[in-house]
């Protein structure tokens, strides 16, 4: 077959960098058009306890899957780097080692996720009047995890091949029939959230099928030969190195998600179906920001495997501005049409929609800032290093949302959902200033090491 490869390393950067990510912002686009339906059609047809059902599990399923989707994050660098270098050997390790790594963190998931349900939503404080719904929807999203695993270490080896185009077209395929089950389980099946739990785990084994088969045709470096998985140590070891920090970020990114949420839990389930809602409408404007930063770690890690430290300033200054300029869009936007939007979720409940509509003022308007963030941490992290910004994140993200929570969220006086959402920007802040001092930093070392290697 033919493999939609690309250097990432020759040629216009500006034009190569647009090319290859609106295909990522689509992808993540239709993920969450897609996610958006299980909430739309549990709104429309089981109302808006269910819609809180589902909401409510959003940042525990983070918390919990973040940590192992982080090695794909390692996988995908660790190819980066070998294209570059021209080192098809140690890409062809990777990629074996990769997907069962996939396979042994969707199991290990499973087991975590369908036995720990109930108490971790219970540890988050939900609503008595929905944790048994979300309970049910977790338990059956979890039986199928696995595939989620596979297809994300799957899509980052082909991103990290320069192939953003087969996650488009495979997730399309797979969200298609995951709003089409949705329709029949709920409105004909009466399956509620249930309905929508299962819709998700069928789309999610057909577009990891997808995956695979697609990395099996491969005739490059990439290609899967399931004879072949094995977990080479050298690969593993460097997965591991690069993945599991920021998996670990990841995680602890969510930590504070789950703080806030069940902050939010304790206003009351009109106030968790609101910002349930809004928090689904802001992801349309994350994943577009967040399709630069991958973008920024992949061009990055090839451009630094094939040692053109000249391109990687470029790579910076284009990330950065086009981030800044997609976020502010996106954000202003989004909120604009803040109030039709939710009425396609909570139609009906003007209660709900205000406190949606709370949220996107402090969230989606100054969102960019986290879009800023996000590449930083790209940048970073395709030069090989993934310590510096878990470590700079867990400080100056999740650090300072669970202090804001613990010290003036706890003040009578700013108890409540306006200064919950406040520490959002002010976190994304302190963290994109410092992660852009670290990156310039790291990159001038690198530089000048080169340098000093050349003259001998």
Wanted: proline share 2%; glycine share 10%; hydrophobic share 50%.
């Amino acid at each position: 077959m033919q493999n939609n490869r690309s250097d990432l390393c020759e040629g216009p950067l500006l034009k190569k960098i647009i090319l290859y990510t609106v295909p990522i912002i689509l992808t993540g686009i239709l993920q969450l058009l897609f996610n958006a339906a299980d909430l739309v059609v549990v709104g429309r047809y089981c109302g808006e306890l269910s819609v809180a059902a589902v909401g409510a599990t959003g940042a525990l399923i983070n918390l919990i899957i973040n940590l192992f989707i982080g090695l794909s994050v390692g996988a995908g660098v660790t190819v980066a780097h070998g294209l570059g270098a021209g080192k098809e050997e140690n890409v062809r390790r990777t990629v074996h080692t990769a997907i069962p790594t996939a396979i042994i963190c969707g199991i290990i998931l499973t087991v975590v996720g369908v036995a720990g349900a109930h108490t971790f939503l219970s540890l988050m404080d939900t609503p008595d009047e929905v944790i048994g719904l979300s309970a049910e929807y977790l338990r059956i999203y979890f039986c199928g995890i696995t595939a989620t695993m596979l297809y994300n270490f799957g899509a980052a080896i082909l991103r990290a091949a320069g192939d953003t185009q087969s996650p488009l077209y495979y997730l399309t395929a797979a969200g298609i029939v995951n709003v089409v089950l949705n329709i029949v389980f709920v409105r004909v099946f009466n399956m509620n959230v249930a309905g929508v739990a299962l819709a998700t785990t069928i789309s999610q084994v057909l577009s990891a099928a997808m995956i695979i088969i697609n990395l099996m045709r491969r005739t490059d470096c990439c290609r899967l030969e399931l004879r072949k998985m094995k977990l080479h140590r050298a690969q593993l070891s460097r997965i591991l190195r690069i993945g599991f920090p920021a998996g670990i970020q990841g995680s602890l990114f969510a930590v504070s998600n789950v703080i806030i949420q069940s902050s939010v839990n304790s206003f009351g389930s009109v106030v968790v179906s609101g910002n349930a809602a809004a928090g689904n409408i802001e992801g349309f404007v994350y994943t577009t920001m967040n399709s630069f930063s991958q973008t920024s770690m992949n061009f990055t890690g090839q451009n630094y495997g094939a040692g053109k430290l000249d391109r990687i300033k470029k790579i910076m200054y284009i990330c950065l501005a086009s981030v800044f300029v997609a976020g502010l869009t996106a954000g202003c936007t989004v909120y604009f049409f803040g109030r039709q939007l939710l009425s396609f979720y909570i139609p009906g409940s003007e209660e709900a929609i205000h406190y949606g509509l709370i949220r996107m003022a402090y969230i989606c308007l100054p969102y960019f800032l986290c879009g800023l963030m996000d590449v930083t941490t790209g940048l970073i992290r395709g030069l090989g290093s993934s310590m510096l910004p878990m470590i700079i994140t867990v400080i100056g993200v999740c650090g300072m949302r669970i202090g804001w929570i613990y010290t003036v969220f706890r003040s009578e006086k700013y108890h409540s959902v306006q200064s919950l959402y406040l520490s959002y920007a002010i976190s994304w802040s302190l963290t994109f200033i410092t992660e852009l001092i670290v990156f310039l930093v790291l990159f001038k070392k690198i530089k000048n090491r080169k340098k000093s290697a050349s003259a001998y």
